[in-house]
Each structure stands twice: as C-alpha cells, then as structure tokens.
C-alpha cells in the first residue's frame, strides 16, 4: 500500500509539472506575438474574455475579436496565475489606457503597457503545441522523437 501512495504522488506531481511547463509554453506564445509597439489605450464596448498571461500581466478580449496584452505593475501580480475576477478604473467610460488601473482579486495594479496580440498566430502556434505534446513524432525535434527509445543503459 505504502509504494502505491508513493507511486501515485509522483504521478501527480509528474502531471502538475507537466501542466505548468504547458501553461509556461501558452504564455510564451503570447508575449512571442504581442506587438513590439505599446498602445496607448483601448476603446470598447464588451470584454469578452480574460486570462492570466505568466505573472506579468492579463490578455484580455474585447468586442470585435480584439486582443491585447496588459502589462501590470503592483501587487497584484503575485495574484494573476489565480486570479478568478477582473475590475477596471477607468477614466473615460469603456476605454483603457496605460496608467488606469486593474484589479485582481481585490488587488489593484496599474497598467504599464498594453500591446495588441495577433490571436490568430497564437492559435496556430498553441494548435502546434498541443498536436506536439499528443504525439512527439509530429514535432519535428528528434530528441523528443527518440527519447522512448533510449535505454538508459549501456
């Protein structure tokens, strides 16, 4: 009994890790197609979605299939990765700018940079990364294709 619990708190770490090294990877491909130029603010009518993008900042969609990824200061962002509510402070109505504020979880942080994101690279790119992890052969990355087949030994 005692070697099955251990065995079955290593496959749970094993599979925690491998999750946030995921999770690492999705915020990469993130930040990899925020523009390299900041935006001075957004206009908008509806936030769609949100999500915590590393512990940096939040993209969030707006209306029309708009992202942009909000750079955040404070100290909030030791909040982000669990952050489960969002709340602007903004002056004027439905527009962000750099300078207003977003809380997370009751935390507000100021906003340091906004920069729009190509979603439809970052769906492409995630699209790649899944279809790598569920099969190592379509990578392209021969250790990832010939790790199976090491012994370990000699």
């Given at each position: ?46 936030v769609r979605s949100w999500r915590p993008v590393s512990d ?86 021969s250790d990832l294709i010939h790790r ?7």
């Amino acid at each position: 009994m005692r070697i099955f619990s251990v065995f079955l708190l290593v496959s749970v770490l094993a599979g925690c890790a491998s999750t946030a090294d995921t999770d690492l990877r999705v915020s990469e491909i993130y930040k990899r197609h925020a523009s390299d130029e900041t935006v001075n603010g957004v206009r908008y009518t509806a936030v769609r979605s949100w999500r915590p993008v590393s512990d940096e900042g939040v993209l969030i969609e707006f209306n029309g299939n708009r992202h942009f990824l909000f750079a955040l200061a404070g100290a909030c962002r030791s909040e982000i990765q669990f952050a489960s509510t969002l709340v602007f402070s903004s002056t004027p109505v439905n527009r962000l700018d750099q300078f207003d504020r977003i809380a997370l979880n009751g935390r507000w942080c100021q906003i340091q940079d906004i920069r729009k994101v190509d979603f439809e690279a970052v769906e492409a790119d995630v699209a790649a990364l899944n279809a790598a992890l569920e099969d190592p052969r379509e990578a392209g990355d021969s250790d990832l294709i010939h790790r199976d087949n090491y012994s370990g030994g000699m």
